[in-house]
């Protein structure tokens, strides 16, 4: 099976993917959804068995499937062919700011709508609202796997590192703080908590990284994020603290 050609003055791609009864390969889909969108006209061929793929990887020398040749030049897999088109490929391991700020986006939209439902307006409120609800959020992430959460915990935080236990119930007490101030209920417990807890994180990342000079990544959205360690952690420390006082004081 040799390199494809393509047709003379033509903009066309050949694709190879497995197309089998029971696994079609999403890359592949997306490659020829990439390439359609692209203005290409796709010579789209299906490997329809493991021996047929098998035989195909073998013959041209690579690893994986799909395969893409353009201009009888083979560009390679699904992530090859977004870099040959300029498009952004997220490299493995790679720090990122997305899940974190997905979560603050998300955590703002429903605390609007949070606001608008009970008092058909927006106001200031949206802001408490805001901080419980990403409170919520970021301990449903971190109770996803809480193994893998208390560990990365343990590279930073003070508190875990002198009583490990307390890895473990951080999400819980994070989780527990943000329901009772977004249900307004039972101050005396929830504010202390979100106080504590904020406290301690906010002294841990701020030696960590700005005393120490340590170049970790953030647990705060689970143990497998690659959000860096620095401001954005200590961002969600310091809104814990300021939600827990305001909370005092309106309370007094």
């Known amino acids: ?62 690893k994986t499937t799909p395969q893409t040749f353009i201009d009888g030049v083979r560009i390679g897999g699904h992530d090859d062919l977004r870099r040959h088109f300029g498009e952004k490929v997220a490299e493995p391991g790679a720090t990122s700011y997305t899940p974190v700020l997905a979560v603050f986006a998300v955590a703002a939209l429903i605390s609007l709508a949070i606001d608008w439902l009970s008092a058909g307006t927006v106001s200031w409120m949206a802001l408490p609202n805001f901080i419980a609800v990403a409170m919520c959020l970021l301990a449903m992430l971190k109770l996803q796997d809480v193994e893998k959460f208390s560990t990365m915990f343990l590279n930073y935080d003070l508190l875990a590192q002198r009583w490990p236990t307390y890895g473990y119930l951080y999400p819980f007490a994070e989780l527990g703080a943000g329901v009772l101030m977004l249900a307004g209920v039972l101050t005396w417990l929830s504010a202390p908590a ?27 959205v689970g143990g497998s994020s690659n959000v860096p360690l620095g401001f954005v952690s200590l961002t969600e420390n310091l809104m814990m603290i300021g939600m827990a ?8």
């Not at 006082?245 to 007094?252: G, S």
Request: charged share 20%; aromatic share 10%; glycine share 8%.
């Open 1 to 62: 099976m040799s390199a494809p050609q393509n047709a003379p003055g033509k903009k066309t791609a050949v694709l190879y993917r497995m197309v089998m009864p029971d696994h079609v390969c999403p890359y592949g889909r997306k490659s020829l959804w990439l390439l359609r969108r692209k203005g290409y006209a796709v010579q789209d061929h299906h490997l329809t068995t493991r021996e047929q793929t098998d035989a195909f990887k073998a013959e041209h020398g690579v």
């Open 194 to 220: 979100a106080l504590f807890i904020g406290g301690i994180g906010a002294v841990s990342v701020f030696k960590a990284v700005y005393v120490d000079k340590r170049e970790l990544k953030c647990a705060c």
């Open 245 to 252: 006082v305001w909370m005092l004081a309106v309370a007094h």
